[in-house]
């Protein structure tokens, strides 16, 4: 089909060509842009002086927020003063998780596809469905949030679907496209260099910092944006830069760890790879925008508890030491070495900085002025885009659940209030929103107060934040995927074998008895005792089911060493244990027996008795509940999986002098002393595949990865930490000797003592 063309200059001739790929024109031009377009959309091409411009307002004239040979910001500027303030208020939402296809077994539930469930309506899975089409036609939004996907090729017929639709809408703008990370190992899934797959597995952010190599970190970014572009992701809601100095938080996984100059390190390499187009040195069609987060502070809540949960909306800084954790930030992921200078964007934290604000409000981050304008917009000098956190401006009403609201220390305004806040604190997008009318009710406030003209001028300086990012990523050129290009591009073979390597660069070797336990070479007997899974409560409600399981693929096992039911059998045994799991600080039992509700998080198996916490809780204070004291002094707390502390000693005492290896799975530090006496070697794996550490314990490969954290010795020094303080705490010292501090690990000749411990290794602030 060719294009239906409006000439405005024939100068110099001709210079593009068209073509049609699938459901789109691609549209090459020497010395020009690259363009895609849909037919169906009605949008036309204009020509200048031999070149292609998309007319996607459809008024037959060249805009300049048309004219791919403007710079972004001016096109931006342009686009952001023709915009009415619904469209605007449209840029400013961020959609809530959706799934390819929005069924519920893909994850945050269903929708309907013509009015109907996805399996009775007959829809396809790269169909935008119901709910999607009303808040990108109605409500004006463009930034979507993807979680999962069926395929990589549905992904992108979806992407196609959902940009043709757009690009008829309004201003023709384009969808930009997110992701949280997806790149993280299934532990069960076999590697296979010629098999492909969905995406490339890699460690997680904790496994990664644990190789202590940024350029490594580098290496990923490049290779996850490049299957993020191909899968029509332009935004990546990552990295979590928070520097996790207290031990108990549950985010810790997905941070680099505790210590500031690695994370400010890692930070910036993950940042600047993911947004750099090689060709360009900068931005380009290869970019993606990369929004760091939480600015700042979150890796000090009090007790470990999350701010995801009212239960755990504080953050405290008994140390003074709030000032660190904006190294990752200021230092890392707004100093980068490529032409994109610093990350596009930047989520603020949920949770509420006790006490930290000079003007004595307590307020979450996307609400503080403080934070936002001064610290982040005037003190960083960070002029992108500031995007809530997921659902901050719906109202929470229980303790002790994710599901809700966040809208910490304004729980008493309305939503539209709520919304006014976050744009006077600085704030340009609200996470999870879908619907314009609270924001289109905050523009009516701010001109009350402050008049008509200043509302507009307030929304169009997000509008030109929030298009810039679209603009330098190459969208309004093209935002359309080749699907057999996607498909030979996401988890092609050369990706998954840099993942793979990369898991076996973070595994960490903790002990070794005599430096002689592992590896464990040739055919020999192995006993690879069951592990017992009791019912646990889950984050998102609802309550597992017990179960016993074979905690690997016992075939995968065979390809390396000889399984044997028996201990009496084997050469040597293997356990596989996760880290342990208490819950998430907050009992609704001890609440309903009269006390405050507030439990220990521990770090250790056996059940833990707190006697070492706080008497009285520094932060503490809900509409929700009588007290403000949210200590748990004195109370005990049940870890849902000891029976793997007593799994593991069961072995070592069936196995008698015979080795036992131990893989602890984890994402924040553990207590190791009910663990170590009964282990002959130790591996601490940060969700890698099974083979990985399979190839490491039989030698096929070394261990070579560091500890980006500390082990505590105890629960009691785990209390008498300083949450917002790195390197505090009594590390746990084995029966070799060993003490299991930060940049500590192991390989076949015993403790590593390279270039990377000699960098990051000296802790003035370690006991």
């Known amino acids: 089909m060719g294009a239906m063309l409006i000439l405005l200059s024939a100068c110099g001739g001709q210079k593009w060509s068209e073509e049609r790929i699938g459901s789109y024109m691609l549209v090459t031009q020497r010395g020009g842009a690259t363009l895609g377009y849909s037919p169906e959309s009605g949008v036309k091409l204009l020509t200048e002086d031999g070149y292609a411009f998309k007319d996607l307002n459809r008024n037959d004239t060249l805009d300049p927020y048309e004219d791919w040979r403007l710079t972004a910001q001016e096109r931006a500027a342009n686009l952001a003063s023709m915009l009415s303030i619904e469209e605007i208020a449209g840029l400013m939402l961020y959609s809530s998780h959706q799934s390819v296809p929005m069924i519920a077994s893909m994850g945050f539930g269903a929708s309907m596809y013509n009015g109907k469930s996805f399996e009775e309506s007959g829809a396809k899975p790269s169909d935008l469905s119901d709910d999607q089409k009303k808040f990108l036609r109605d409500d004006h939004l463009r930034a979507v949030l993807v979680t999962s996907v069926e395929s990589p090729i549905v992904a992108a017929v979806w992407n196609n679907n959902m940009q043709a639709f757009v690009e008829g809408l309004d201003h023709g703008i384009p969808a930009n496209t997110s992701s949280d990370p997806r790149h993280e190992a299934k532990a069960t899934t076999e590697f296979n260099a010629g098999a492909g797959g969905h995406i490339s597995q890699w460690p997680t952010s904790l496994g990664l910092a644990a190789t202590f190599d940024p350029r490594l970190m580098h290496r990923f970014g490049e290779i996850a944006s490049e299957e993020y572009r191909a899968l029509g992701i332009a935004t990546a809601l990552s990295p979590q830069v928070d520097i996790a100095t207290e031990p108990r938080w549950f985010r810790f996984d997905g941070t680099f760890g505790e210590d500031p100059q690695l994370s400010t390190d890692m930070a910036r390499a993950y940042c600047d790879a993911f947004q750099t187009t090689p060709e360009t040195k900068g931005w380009g069609m290869k970019s993606v925008n990369a929004m760091v987060k939480h600015w700042y502070g979150y890796g000090a809540q009090e007790g470990g508890r999350d701010s995801h949960f009212a239960s755990g909306k504080y953050a405290i800084y008994p140390g003074d030491n709030l000032a660190m954790h904006k190294r990752s ?29 000079p003007s004595g409000e307590n307020v979450g981050g996307s609400y503080s002025k403080w934070m936002i304008q001064k610290q982040l917009r005037e003190e960083a000098k960070f002029d992108g885009v500031v995007c809530t956190d997921w659902g901050i401006t719906k109202d929470m009403k229980v303790l002790d659940s994710p599901i809700g609201g966040k809208p910490w220390g304004v729980e008493h305004l309305s939503e539209a209030e709520r919304h006014y806040k976050i744009l006077q604190a600085g704030v340009d997008q609200f996470g999870g929103n879908n619907e314009i009318e609270p924001i289109v009710e905050a523009y009516g406030m701010w001109s009350k107060e402050f008049g008509e003209e200043s509302a507009r001028e307030r929304f169009e300086q997000s509008a030109r934040r929030l298009l810039l990012n679209v603009f ?91 399984m044997v039911q028996q201990p009496e059998q084997a050469d040597f045994a293997l356990c596989l244990i996760q880290e342990p799991s208490s819950g998430w600080g907050y009992s609704k039992d001890d609440a309903m027996k009269g006390g405050n509700g507030y439990v220990p998080v521990s770090l250790q198996y056996e059940d833990y008795t707190a006697v070492d916490a706080r008497d009285v809780s520094i932060a503490g204070g809900d509409p929700m509940e009588r007290t403000t004291n949210r200590s748990f002094k004195g109370k005990t707390v049940k870890t849902y999986n000891r029976d793997d502390m007593l799994m593991v000693a069961d072995t070592k005492e069936k196995m008698g002098d015979k080795p036992v290896v131990v893989v602890v799975e984890t994402g924040r530090p553990v207590v190791l002393s009910e663990i170590e006496p009964h282990a002959d070697a130790i591996l601490i794996s940060f969700k890698v595949q099974h083979q990985a550490l399979l190839d490491i314990i039989s030698g096929k490969a070394e261990p070579s990865a560091l500890l980006p954290m500390q082990m505590p010795a105890d629960m009691k020094t785990v209390e008498e930490q300083k949450e917002d303080v790195p390197h505090d705490m009594r590390c746990y010292q084995d029966a070799d000797g060993h003490k299991y501090d930060f940049a500590f690990g192991l390989n076949w000749k015993g403790v590593i003592k390279d270039d990377r411990v000699k960098k990051y290794g000296t802790l003035p602030t370690s006991k």
């Open 329 to 357: 930030f200021v230092e890392g992921a707004f100093r980068l070495p490529g032409g994109t200078e610093m990350a596009s964007a930047v989520m603020p934290i949920y949770s509420i900085l006790w006490n930290q604000d």
């Open 472 to 562: 330098r990523v190459g969208l309004f050129e093209n935002p359309y995927l080749n699907p057999s290009e996607t498909e030979k591009i996401v988890g092609n073979a050369d990706f998954m074998k840099e993942g793979y390597e990369a898991q076996l660069k973070s595994i960490v070797m903790l002990k070794n008895h005599g430096d002689q336990t592992l590896p464990m070479k040739g055919k020999k007997k192995v006993y690879v005792p069951k592990r017992h899974f009791p019912a646990i409560p889950g984050m998102w409600g609802g309550i597992s089911e017990e179960k016993t399981v074979e905690p690997v693929d016992l075939a995968l096992v065979e390809k390396y060493f000889e």
